[in-house]
């Protein structure tokens, strides 16, 4: 029994992976929301590998680095290629060459550099220094989204401004390596008062995705940046 559980987790990694996959390929033909979807279905299953891992007792080396290579498809290839995507589609203020649009995959460096220094950064046991992966992922991908489904004349032009896209590049491979410490949202005692910060966030998250639908996932992860950024500066005094 205990031969079995040991793969559990990575067969949940490995199909992980596979929903990242499956969003490359529906993102490949512009079909951005089952792209989504997948995504999501990856990273939620990258939550329960490692739930199972700890249940189990069977986390291991190979899990480890399984987990990183899933993420850098789920998270990091396909974040990238979407970004390419839209600047494929983008407005030509920068440039009209069609070799601008590989910019996009500056995420999927920034998210490659940021996997690798999780795996050896001993710090981040508790809470993330840098946005998370999925989180960067999550935002990304709901703006073509956000593009699609918004009746804003502003997100139209800003969406398909070549400007704000290699802004949103840059922001996001930054903010994926920065310095800045962010709260996790796991729950470590089932109290109201050990987790003010974790319900403030879910609560405001639901408010802004019923909202705003699409468009306020993409609000959600700024809002958690924002939140964590407040908390720091409240710790420190």
């Not at 949940?12 to 079909?31: D, H």
């Amino acid at each position: 029994m205990q031969a079995i559980k040991k793969h559990i987790p990575n067969i949940i990694t490995l199909l992980n992976l596979f929903s990242g996959c499956i969003a490359l390929v529906y993102a490949a033909n512009s079909n951005f929301e089952f792209a989504f979807y997948f995504v999501c279905l990856g990273i939620f299953l990258d939550f329960f590998d490692g739930f199972f891992a700890r249940l189990f007792k069977v986390a291991s080396p190979l899990g480890l680095q399984l987990d990183s290579l899933a993420d850098m498809v789920t998270s990091g290839v396909a974040p990238g290629y979407v970004m390419f995507m839209m600047l494929q589609n983008s407005q030509n203020e920068i440039s009209s060459h069609p070799a601008f649009a590989y910019l996009g995959f500056i995420i999927t460096l920034g998210s490659c550099y940021r996997l690798a220094n999780f795996n050896i950064d001993t710090r981040q046991t508790e809470s993330f220094i840098g946005l998370p992966t999925p989180a960067n992922t999550l935002f990304i991908l709901s703006l073509p989204l956000v593009l699609k489904y918004s009746d804003s004349l502003v997100a139209l032009e800003l969406l398909t401004s070549q400007w704000v896209l290699m802004a949103v590049i840059l922001g996001s491979a930054y903010i994926l390596n920065a310095e800045i410490p962010l709260f996790s949202l796991k729950l470590k005692k089932f109290t109201i008062k050990d987790n003010v910060l974790q319900i403030i966030f879910l609560l405001v998250a639901f408010l802004l995705v019923f909202l705003f639908h699409y468009g306020g996932i993409s609000l959600t992860i700024l809002f958690y940046v924002l939140l964590s950024v407040v908390n720091n500066k409240w710790i420190k005094k």
